[in-house]
């Protein structure tokens, strides 16, 4: 649509729809030019009203067969209704005209997004960045960035960030996306520096200082992080996600009684959401106050009675009162929201197993296998299921079925070594023994913590002396 032709409110667009509505369905012939057309489009396309928009485009290509925004509108909407090759062919055909088009090639980047290829996307974008406006520039860098995104290029889609950032009147959005990738391609340290000098010239800015706390609690530095998170409420007290930032960093360094009043702090500003309420009640689960925490569970579900995190906290509370089978009808409440949590699969093994349940713990084991055989617990988990039982020959079976999936887990081998001698097959176990301690010396504790009685093994000890570092 042209620059000088500007639609001054909703309501001059809903009438322009009715009028073109009532065109259609009485037949008449009236005539709209070619940028109520674009604009109808637009509206059609924004409220996702696709038949309508498709309708728009039918009748405005007849009244208007030469015009390339039209036929650029055309190929949008076949992006969207999936048919990506007509799009890209008849963007072939109008570029042939307009060479230099630059909606024409964002078109194109978007429709190769949409077929997922990202590659061809970034390719598209980058013609546009040639020829486009400067005030464009910065969209079309985030644009890229994004694309980088999608192909879990993180350290390129920085490249384009600090280009758009460069250019920025508003950089609070771009400074969140730089976060989001620093910590996705696992430069926490980075992160951390770039957001401490972008602070030095720009001390006032929220999105830096909640970026910064979120890597330092990510590197566990929780002290600093809580620092960083009260620059944010000392710009902006009404900045929510700051408090519940906060509030987790004092819970995973232990301060739980201070995370909950901090979680509390929140109530000034919006009504407690689900999420919050259940974050106070998995505070009191770790202090034990079990009645506090069943409590603010059954909040978090009064208020979003879809959230499975909080149906499975009110299991786990059942069950540390001593009330497993209660527990597990919580918990398959949780998984019935979503089946593809491993951790409610293993809590409801659990459970099963304590209610002497092996045929249904079994069955909640086979299914974290089908999710994710790389679970670090899923393979231990079920193999003690076996031992508890006086299966051990089945748990060393499940364990070697592990290791196929995740070879170089020391823990699954020191555990493997554990079962191999309960089921009196004392050569392979020392022989795994010896390979557990190449990959991880110091995970033979965890198996004395599982069978101290081989602490008096002299054998144990003997290859435990001779791989020390």
């Not at 972008?198 to 530095?221: C, D, I, K, R, V």
């Not at 019935?336 to 045929?359: C, V």
């Amino acid at each position: 649509m042209s620059e000088d032709f500007q639609w001054e409110d909703d309501f001059q667009i809903e009438e322009l729809a009715a009028r073109f509505e009532d065109m259609v369905r009485n037949g008449l012939d009236s005539y709209f030019d070619s940028e109520e057309f674009e604009a109808l489009i637009d509206y059609y396309q924004l409220n996702f009203n696709s038949d309508k928009a498709r309708q728009a485009l039918t009748v405005g290509m007849k009244m208007h067969p030469y015009n390339n925004r039209l036929k650029i509108m055309s190929a949008r909407q076949m992006a969207v209704d999936g048919k990506y090759i007509n799009a890209l062919n008849l963007l072939d055909e109008i570029e042939t005209t307009e060479p230099a088009d630059v909606d024409i090639l964002l078109t194109k980047g978007s429709v190769y997004s949409m077929m997922l290829d990202f590659s061809k996307a970034v390719k598209e974008y980058e013609k546009a960045l040639v020829i486009v406006d400067e005030d464009e520039m910065e969209e079309i860098f985030s644009t890229i960035a994004f694309e980088y995104e999608n192909m879990g290029a993180f350290d390129s889609a920085l490249d384009y960030l600090f280009k758009a950032l460069e250019i920025s009147e508003y950089p609070e959005q771009i400074l969140f996306e730089i976060g989001m990738c620093y910590e996705m391609a696992s430069r926490l340290e980075d992160s951390v520096s770039f957001f401490t000098k972008y602070l030095e010239e720009q001390p006032s800015s929220t999105a830096s200082w909640f970026n910064l706390g979120l890597s330092f609690h990510h590197l566990e530095l929780y002290e600093k992080a809580i620092d960083a998170f009260e620059y944010v409420i000392a710009i902006d007290e009404s900045y929510i996600p700051a408090y519940i930032n906060m509030a987790q960093s004092y819970a995973a360094s232990g301060e739980y009684h201070k995370a909950i009043e901090v979680y509390h702090e929140t109530e000034a500003y919006e009504k407690p959401e689900s999420l919050t309420l259940y974050y106070i009640g998995e505070c009191y689960e770790k202090l034990q106050d079990y009645e506090q925490a069943l409590k603010y569970y059954q909040q978090a579900i009064e208020v979003d009675e879809n959230l499975p995190d909080a149906w499975a906290g009110i299991g786990i509370i059942h069950d540390e009162m001593g009330d497993a089978e209660k527990a597990i009808h919580y918990v398959e409440k949780a998984i019935e929201l979503d089946d593809l949590n491993t951790e409610f699969h293993l809590i409801a093994a659990d459970l099963f197993i304590k209610t002497n349940r092996t045929d249904k713990a079994k069955e909640h084991f086979q299914r974290i296998e089908e999710i994710d055989p790389l679970d670090p617990d899923l393979w231990k988990e079920y193999a003690y299921m076996h031992i508890l039982s006086g299966e051990n020959e089945k748990a060393v079976q499940v364990l070697k079925t592990g290791l196929i999936h995740q070879p170089q887990n020391a823990s699954i081998i020191y555990r493997l070594v554990a079962a191999l001698i309960l089921n009196k097959n004392t050569t392979q176990a020392y022989y795994y023994l010896e390979t557990a301690l190449e990959i991880d010396y110091k995970g033979h504790e965890e198996l004395f913590e599982f069978m101290p009685s081989l602490r008096n093994n002299q054998k144990v000890n003997d290859l435990i002396n001779q791989y020390l570092p």
